[in-house]
């Protein structure tokens, strides 16, 4: 059962100045280490002077242990990005910090990690307890009815900073109508230092899959 509180503000200006605020109150009453509440603030900008647009984005947010939490703790998550655009090509830098505090680090019990901490997997779960910092590079394209995305992360530990290790992900869509679009993923995982306390990352990992799309 889960009993959820989620406030979201957002202002937005005429020149896409935007700033987020937000209160989550999370109560999970069958898993209660899942019971969490995360205060945060995003700021994010885009401006096109030239043929290049240039984007940013900067969040940081608290989270604590709430309602029928066993654990007392307090941990930190912030997210830096930069990105430059000409016409359908993007390159954007990005970090991402998922902080500790007494063996527990800050956690998304209402999101996916699969979108943003690499397709193999290996940190979806919510085990690693020592924390985690994500530096990913991004490159998006696109030529007609043809679109391709690549990401490159390097994963540390935020508690020890040990190279935990790198990955390579590609995506290669094709959209044959409007209605229909074929895809192809790949991702490959390389663990380097690993970590001791999570099997999962200390082990090379590859997978891939296929889909067909259909827009109703």
Known sequence: ALNA???NIEFKTDNNLSVVAYDYLIENKTQDLFSTQTLGVRIGDEFKPNKIKYRYTAEF?????QY????????WYSLLQT???????????????????????FIT?????HKFQGWADV??????????RDQYITYKGRVKKIRWRAVYHHFKDYASSANIGNELDVELAYRATRKWEFK?????????????NFRKANHDLTTWFASVAYNI
């Open 5 to 7: 509180h989620l406030l």
């Open 61 to 65: 947010a608290l989270q604590q242990g």
């Open 68 to 75: 029928n939490n066993p654990n007392d703790y307090q941990a």
């Open 83 to 105: 990105s430059l655009q000409y016409k359908s090509h993007l390159i954007e830098l990005s970090q991402e910090i998922f902080s500790e505090d007494n063996q527990h680090s």
């Open 109 to 113: 019990p209402l999101g996916t990690n």
């Open 123 to 132: 940190f979806t779960a919510y085990g690693l307890n020592t924390g985690l």
């Open 184 to 196: 192809l993923v790949y991702a490959a995982y390389k663990t380097k230092e690993g970590l001791a």
